[in-house]
């Protein structure tokens, strides 16, 4: 029942900023992992980062540690992820999805298969 609604992509320059929104039908962040993950074309998908439930932290893929970050506005039922430092291997189609677990399971991952509900995906294209 959970429904999730991505925006914020678009096309920048390397070196740019970009800032996509995850939009949830209720709050479920007490009670889900939340995830970012993204899909280039011709590759799997993989896990960008994830945030524990009620905002306790977040873990990042190596790949973009230091670059970018994860957040939560509660009042507004959102998901965020700064990009900060884009590279042209960042483009892909970017994915926030949830996952069903309990605050104190401490327990959450970057796996595409762990996540129960999608979005439908923004597209983050980065040229050189």
């Known amino acids: 029942q959970v429904q999730l609604v991505e925006s914020g992509g678009g096309s920048v320059q390397a070196g740019g900023s970009l800032r996509l929104s995850c939009t949830a039908s209720?709050?479920?962040?007490?009670?889900?992992?939340m995830g970012w993950l993204r899909q280039a074309p011709g590759k799997e998908r993989e896990g960008v980062g994830f945030i524990y439930p009620g905002g306790t932290g977040t873990y990042y893929a190596s790949a973009v540690k230091g670059r970018f970050t994860i957040s939560q506005d509660n009042a507004k039922n959102t998901l965020y992820l700064q990009m900060n430092s884009l590279k042209p291997e960042d483009t892909a189609m970017y994915y926030c999805a949830a996952a069903y677990t309990d605050i104190s399971s401490g327990y959450c991952s970057k796996e595409s298969t762990y996540y129960n509900y999608w979005g439908q995906g923004t597209q983050v294209t980065v040229s050189s």
């Open positions: 209720g709050y479920i962040y007490s009670s889900h992992c």
